[in-house]
Structures are given as C-alpha cells and as structure tokens.
C-alpha cells in the first residue's frame, strides 16, 4: 500500500473512531438536543470524507468492500449542501455506518508496533 494510501486510511480510521466514541451511549433524542455534537458529528464524517477522496484508484479497486464513493459523496453535500443537512441522515451514518465502516478499515490498516 502506498505510503499516502495508508496516512489516509489511517486517518479515516482515528476519525471513525473518534466520532463512534461522540455517540457511544447517545440516544436520537440526545443528539437532537446537542447542537455542538451534531456540528461535531458533521464535521468527524466530513474529515472522513475528505481521507477518502485522497486515497489511490488502487485502493479503492483493492477494497470494494469500503462504499467510498458514498463516503465522499456524504462529504460533498455536508460541504455544499450545509444549509439542507439531512439530521436523520447524519444520524444513520453514525450509528448505521460508521461502525461497519470502522471494522473494515480496521482489517487494512496494519497494527501499529
């Protein structure tokens, strides 16, 4: 794997985790009422987007298990679109995909030493 394929992966890996951690525990009706968690939230799926924009035709040909034209495109409208954000949306990438996501990249990155 390329050096900057795996910086990315990586990094969509840290962010994964790190927005799973925000919601761990949260209920709809708490995210609701959060708005620094919802902006936060927004903001992890973002970042993960914009890793996976980055990452090599390679890679993405190698892992067809990851939905990375989706991950980028959810990146596309939170970037473009932030007026018509969809929370119900935001919230299904959340509890829905991210851990899914999460597992997979998990599987490519390799252990840390």
């Known amino acids: 794997m390329p050096k900057d394929d795996l910086v990315y992966v ?5 962010t994964t985790g790190q927005a ?11 995210f609701d009422a959060d708005e620094d968690l919802r ?4 903001h992890l799926i ?3 987007g914009e890793a996976a924009r980055r990452d090599s035709a390679r ?3 190698d892992h067809p298990e990851i939905p990375w034209d989706q991950i980028v495109g959810i990146r ?9 954000l969809d929370e119900d949306v935001i ?12 597992d997979a990249l998990a599987r490519i990155v390799p252990p840390e030493p």
């Open 10 to 14: 990586g990094h969509m890996l840290d």
């Open 20 to 30: 799973l951690r925000k919601v761990q525990g949260k209920t709809r009706e708490q």
């Open 39 to 42: 902006i936060v939230a927004a």
């Open 46 to 48: 973002q970042t993960i």
């Open 59 to 61: 890679l993405r040909a």
């Open 76 to 84: 596309h409208r939170i970037v473009h679109d932030y007026m018509d």
């Open 91 to 102: 919230w299904e990438v959340l509890v829905g995909d991210l851990p899914r996501l999460h």
